[in-house]
T-cell receptor, first 118, second 112 residues
Framework: GAVVSQHPSRVICKSGTSVKIECRSL??????MFWYRQFPKQSLMLMAT?????????EQGVEKDKFLINHASLTLSTLTVTSAHPEDSSFYIC??????????????FGPGTRLLVL | QKEVEQNSGPLSVPEGAIASLNCTYS??????FFWYRQYSGKSPELIMF????GDKEDGRFTAQLNKASQYVSLLIRDSQPSDSATYLC????????????FGAGTQVVVTP
C-alpha cells in the first residue's frame, strides 16, 4: 500500500507553546489529506479536511484558529496546534487520499504523532 | 447524525478459529467501506476495502457487504495471536467525498 509519514512521532511541550506536525505522502500525490485525533480507548475523530491549494474544512467543534492547517503541496500537509494546553494532549493522525488511475480511492494513515502538553 | 456501530468487545477467539466482526451504518447512501486494524499505540492500518454487495476475499480476510441491510462484516480465518488488535470499521460519506466515518472499534483477542 501507499506510504504516509508523519513527523515528529512524539512531542512533549510546555503549555502555551505551538507545535507543528507534518504529514507527507511519500509515493503518491494527495490533493486531500485528513487530520484525526484519538484519545485513549476512543475511536478516531475527524478534525479537518486539508485540500491542496485551498483552505481546510473543519469539523464542527474544532477551532480553526487553534488548529492551523496548511496544505502547500501535493505531498505535504501541516497541522499546527497553537497555544497548546494539557487537554490538547492526544494522538494526532493524518491520512492521505490516494486515487490511482483506473482504481478506487483509498485512504492511508500516517504513523501518528503523540502530543503531550505539560 | 450519521453513525457507524460496532460491538466494542473484547472478542475472544481461540487460535486457528474464525473471528467474525460486524458493523452497521446509518447513511444509506454510503458507497465505500473499509476495515482497518489498529494495534495499541499505533495508527490504523488498512486491511480491506469493499464497494460492492457480496464477499471479497484477501488472504485470511473476507469482507462481506449488504447495502440493503446496511451491514458490513469482516471474517478472519485461522486467527493468529498477531491478529489481536482493535478493528475499525469505516464508511465513506455519501455527501462529502473522501470523508470517513469510523466506528468505535472491536477489540479482538486471539488466545493461544
Amino acid at each position: 500500500g501507499a506510504v504516509v509519514s508523519q513527523h515528529p512521532s512524539r512531542v512533549i511541550c510546555k503549555s502555551g507553546t505551538s507545535v507543528k506536525i507534518e504529514c507527507r505522502s511519500l509515493d503518491f500525490q494527495a490533493t486531500t489529506m485528513f487530520w484525526y485525533r484519538q484519545f485513549p480507548k476512543q475511536s478516531l475523530m475527524l478534525m479537518a479536511t486539508s485540500n491542496e491549494g485551498s483552505k481546510a474544512t473543519y469539523e464542527q467543534g474544532v477551532e480553526k484558529d487553534k488548529f492551523l492547517i496548511n496544505h502547500a503541496s501535493l505531498t505535504l500537509s501541516t497541522l499546527t496546534v497553537t497555544s497548546a494546553h494539557p487537554e490538547d494532549s492526544s494522538f494526532y493522525i493524518c491520512s492521505a487520499r490516494d486515487r490511482p488511475s483506473g482504481g478506487r480511492e483509498t485512504q492511508y494513515f500516517g504513523p501518528g504523532t503523540r502530543l503531550l502538553v505539560l | 447524525q450519521k453513525e457507524v456501530e460496532q460491538n466494542s468487545g473484547p472478542l475472544s477467539v481461540p487460535e486457528g478459529a474464525i473471528a467474525s466482526l460486524n458493523c452497521t451504518y446509518s447513511d444509506r447512501g454510503s458507497q465505500s467501506f473499509f476495515w482497518y486494524r489498529q494495534y495499541s499505540g499505533k495508527s490504523p492500518e488498512l486491511i480491506m476495502f469493499i464497494y460492492s454487495n457480496g464477499d471479497k476475499e484477501d488472504g485470511r480476510f473476507t469482507a462481506q457487504l449488504n447495502k440493503a441491510s446496511q451491514y458490513v462484516s469482516l471474517l478472519i480465518r485461522d486467527s493468529q495471536p498477531s491478529d489481536s488488535a482493535t478493528y475499525l470499521c469505516a464508511v465513506g460519506s455519501a455527501d462529502s467525498w473522501g470523508k470517513l466515518q469510523f466506528g468505535a472499534g472491536t477489540q479482538v483477542v486471539v488466545t493461544p
